[in-house]
């Protein structure tokens, strides 16, 4: 042990090698009552010169830039390279958390909408030419019943002939149709939810 210790003072540690130290060194014999609590063990001791210059320190020319090859140039040369580079890197990080961000917002707003089913029973198309005039045809729009009926010339000419003024909400034919050989109506009860049989 005594030469390793030579050795690291010296400075020449790499040298040291695992010889030089005692490998089956044991404890000093130990009289009386401790002889017995003392373990018989070995001291084993490694020493590790790694760190003394034989070690091979691998290569990177290979990945680095042509540009930072060399280490006595003034980095200010490839400063507009390296710089536009970043620029590049920091511009596309940018763009993609904004694109993130929108796909992100755009989904939770979407989720306070009406969902699927619910949209498709607020559309509805309707053939009008399967029904045949004076007669009426039933269909179902959110849950309730749709009254659709082709008019004839008679039935428009009775209901414009009403004065709106007597009737209970007072609006003329006109106002309540769009084409006046059709007439649509929305068929439910305010007051218990019935629906008229007509």
Not at 30 to 45: E, H, K, Y
Request: glycine content about 6%; charged content about 20%.
């Amino acid at each position: 042990m005594q030469s390793v210790v030579k050795a690291a003072g010296v400075g020449q540690l790499a040298r040291a090698t695992t010889l030089a130290v005692p490998t089956n060194a044991t404890l000093p014999a130990v009289s009386g009552a401790m002889a017995a609590a003392a373990p018989r063990s070995s001291v084993m001791t490694q020493v590790r010169s790694i760190h003394a210059g034989n070690v091979d320190v691998p290569d990177f020319s290979y990945y680095r830039r042509s540009s930072t090859k060399d280490p006595a140039a003034d980095s200010k040369t490839s400063m507009e390279s390296r710089a536009g580079f970043s620029y590049v890197l920091a511009g596309t990080l940018g763009v993609s958390g904004a694109y993130t961000a929108k796909a992100l917002v755009n989904q939770f707003l979407s989720s306070w909408s009406a969902s699927q089913d619910v949209l498709a029973m607020a559309k509805i198309e309707i053939k009008l030419d399967d029904i045949p005039e004076g007669k009426n045809m039933t269909f179902k729009w959110r849950g309730k019943p749709l009254f659709i009926r082709h008019r004839t010339a008679e039935e428009i000419e009775q209901e414009r002939a009403i004065d709106p003024a007597t009737l209970r909400d007072p609006q003329s034919d006109e106002d309540r149709v769009q084409a006046a050989e059709w007439l649509v109506i929305l068929g439910v009860c305010t007051h218990l939810g019935c629906v008229p049989i007509a």
